[in-house]
């Protein structure tokens, strides 16, 4: 009974010292990640702060399209357009929207005016043509030698037929419709020619489009005298406004968001020029012993339609080669 009595003193004191021990000795804990549960405690601390601090001082700005204002007078060649009737503002008003807001073609435009304007401002000033037929070539192609899906080529965008009338040389070796001074001055030519006919340089652009014996037919039928009075085909109803629209753009850029500075133009290539009066078998050849490339040849004289230029009759072609 007595060693009964010692064991269970023992027992009582083993369980007072576990339990002293238990309180003094702290709680071991896995410290594997540690490392990486402290860093995550701080970078949320840190977005707390962060967007805390952000509600405070970003401001929300919403996104808006808003419309496009009109100019109070506009003309054409000096001519003017009445966009004081509903149907001319409306259409005019279209196109200048569509132009402002496809922000990539018309930056694009306006940078390339500032590489092909300058010469082509000059040729129209030779012939006499009012300088807003430069906004015309924009309408056509965009400044770009393309070729529409009626086979319209160039820059002006002529049919071989009106090509060859107006004295550019069209055939599998050359074609002038990719030159950028013959086509012009064939431009030129077929404006003259239109306005003498139509007694106007805005029914003289629009017959660029559709023709000018169609242009007159309809004129007689409509017993209209103007191209705002007249009901046309969509894509000739366009034409006008779209010139328009791009000469507003072009004249004032700033006030349609467009802010370029010269050194954002494009700037007219440089070059030398050689005039040909014989055939040339090889114009990889002819490139290189004029110290260029058969690419450089190209860019420069697009016109070029072949690796080679046959010239029985002696004919003078200048070729641009660069500086």
């Known amino acids: 009974m007595k060693n009964w009595s010692y064991y269970m ?37 840190s977005n707390a702060a962060i967007s805390k601090r952000n509600v405070n001082t970003t401001k929300k700005v919403k996104q808006e399209a ?16 009445p ?15 569509i132009n402002t807001y496809w922000h990539s073609n018309t930056i694009q435009l306006l940078k390339l005016g500032g590489k092909y304007f300058p010469r082509i401002e000059e040729i129209l ?25 009626s086979n319209a080529v160039g820059y002006w965008q002529f049919l071989e037929s009106t090509a060859k009338e107006y004295g550019l040389e069209v055939n599998h070796e050359v074609d002038e419709r990719y030159h950028l001074e013959r086509s012009t001055k064939a431009a030129c030519k077929y404006l003259q020619d239109a306005k003498e006919e139509l007694d106007s340089w805005t029914l003289a652009a629009a017959s660029y489009n559709i023709g000018k014996p169609r242009l007159k037919k309809e004129l007689k039928k409509q ?26 753009l072009f004249e004032q850029p700033k006030s349609y968001g467009f802010y370029l500075g010269e050194e954002d133009l494009y700037k007219p290539r440089k070059f030398r020029t050689v005039k040909v009066d014989t055939s040339l078998d090889d114009l990889a050849g002819f490139a290189r012993q004029h110290n260029t490339n058969y690419k450089q ?5 697009p016109w070029l339609r072949d690796r080679s230029l046959t010239n029985a009759e002696n004919k003078e072609y200048i070729i641009k080669l660069p500086i």
């Open 66 to 81: 808003r419309a496009v204002p009109s100019p109070d007078e506009l003309n054409f060649c000096g001519e003017e357009v």
């Open 125 to 149: 000033k030779t012939h006499n043509i009012p300088q807003d037929f430069k906004y015309l070539v924009l309408a056509e192609s965009g400044l770009r030698n393309v070729i529409s899906p």
């Open 223 to 248: 017993q209209a005298d103007s191209y705002y009075e007249l009901y046309l085909n969509r894509e000739t109803a366009r034409y006008m406004f779209r010139i328009l629209a791009l000469k507003e």
């Open 9 to 45: 003193v023992f027992f009582l004191a083993g369980m007072l010292i576990m339990l002293l021990i238990q309180q003094y000795v702290p709680e071991q804990k896995d410290t594997r990640n540690s490392g990486f549960l402290t860093s995550s405690k701080n970078v949320n601390k």
């Open 83 to 97: 966009l004081h009737i509903q149907d001319v503002h409306e259409r005019f008003d279209r196109e200048l929207l």
């Open 297 to 301: 040849l190209k860019l420069l004289n």
